[in-house]
């Protein structure tokens, strides 16, 4: 393409990444720009479901990303005694699906992410303080006083989104109620019991990793911005003391340093996302509670439907090729927002009475159920 339309991404997270690789396939020029001054390792696990796969492949990055990772399968739905609620048979969503879901390390993620990108693309350093929009393009202006200009601004830049901030004005995200524990250990497979554990407002998931490591997760019901008194480790030891095994012994494992902790948050969806010559994109368009496994995924799904769209037009389109994008995911990243967030309430359900309710239910219908949900979550649209 001669002279192709310039594409600034603000945020270098898996989203905007994963745009930029997308953009840049699609004959776009695409400059990232990244407030944090480096991109060190960071994070715990993160799933990859089905829909995320086939984005990636699009891009040519699944294999690349599959080689860190491992398949996640048979994973378990119990009672904090170990009682099984939802028993683990993945056969129906393997016959449809073949691989359908892989776990790989965050860090692992964003290096194949980078690498696709090039050095040369991305900007560290760079915290976007306003943006200005005139009928020929758009401006962005750091906080280290330099400024770039291009056709596209692209905002994925996270929950604290300043790009929706100067769209939509800065409200404060939703705080859901609950916190999250994250951590990655060397602990021995054959001791897993992968999947859930639900107990009165505090959850605990584990899952495999490459290399004889273990991804696991912890909620609890409690104020925001609340602060262990003794240390992160020491609160979920307490917390989790006399659940089945391995839980305690996998949190004993893991070192204080790589227990991460981050209270919960998502916004109500937006009617619209960006205007003229910005859109949104990933965590900053729709940012959703954990609890499907979709964050990372949709925002994925979001860089391979932008730049179609944006490859697909001409500069006198790129407006409307930006609101066709916004158009084509609107109601698929609400509806995961709106079941994300409904799934956390049930699971952090805390009355005894309603969670002895919630597991009678889930024991009766939850395997049929579980799996007929998950099908339409994952089956993938790019």
Not at 17 to 30: N, P, Y
Not at 159 to 179: E, F, I, N, W
């Amino acid at each position: 393409m001669v002279n192709p339309p310039r594409v600034l991404v603000i945020g270098a997270g898996i989203g905007g990444l994963s745009a930029a690789i997308a953009l840049t396939r699609a004959g776009l020029d695409v400059q990232v720009y990244e407030r944090a001054a480096e991109l060190a390792p960071v994070g715990a696990g993160i799933s990859l479901w089905k829909n995320a796969l086939v984005a990636l492949e699009r891009i040519g990055l699944y294999d690349a990303i599959r080689a860190y990772s491992v398949t996640a399968e048979n994973a378990g739905l119990r009672r904090s005694d170990g009682r099984v609620l939802v028993a683990a048979d993945s056969t129906p969503l393997r016959d449809r699906f073949g691989e359908y879901l892989i776990i790989v390390h965050r860090a692992a993620l964003q290096r194949v992410l980078l690498d696709a990108v090039g050095p040369d693309c991305v900007h560290l350093g760079h915290a976007c303080i306003a943006i200005h929009e005139d009928a020929s393009g758009v401006t962005a202006r750091f906080s280290n006083g330099t400024e770039a200009r291009a056709d596209v601004l692209i905002g994925a830049d996270g929950l604290h989104s300043v790009v929706r901030a100067r769209l939509h004005g800065d409200q404060p995200p939703r705080y859901c109620g609950y916190t999250a524990w994250r951590g990655v250990t060397s602990f021995d497979h054959a001791r897993l019991r992968v999947g859930e554990t639900w107990g009165r407002g505090e959850r605990f998931g584990q899952m495999p990793m490459r290399d004889g490591q273990v991804y696991w997760f912890a909620t609890a019901n409690v104020p925001a911005d609340r602060v262990s008194a003794d240390g992160e480790k020491a609160e979920l030891l307490r917390r989790f003391r006399n659940w089945h095994d391995p839980i305690e012994a996998i949190v004993a494992a893991t070192p204080d340093a790589a227990i991460l902790r981050n209270d919960m948050y998502d916004r109500s969806p937006l009617r619209q996302w960006g205007r003229g010559r910005v859109t949104l994109l990933g965590d900053a368009a729709h940012p959703m509670t954990p609890n499907l496994g979709q964050g990372g995924c949709q925002a994925i799904e979001d860089a391979i439907v932008l730049a179609s769209k944006l490859g697909a037009a001409g500069r006198d389109a790129l407006d409307a090729a930006l609101r066709a994008y916004e158009d084509t995911r609107r109601a698929r990243t609400t509806k995961m927002v709106t079941m994300s967030r409904r799934a956390g309430s049930v699971a952090q359900l805390e009355n005894p009475a309603l969670v002895a309710m919630r597991n009678a239910l889930v024991r009766t219908v939850g395997g049929r159920l579980q799996a007929s949900q998950i099908a339409a979550l994952i089956e993938p649209v790019v």
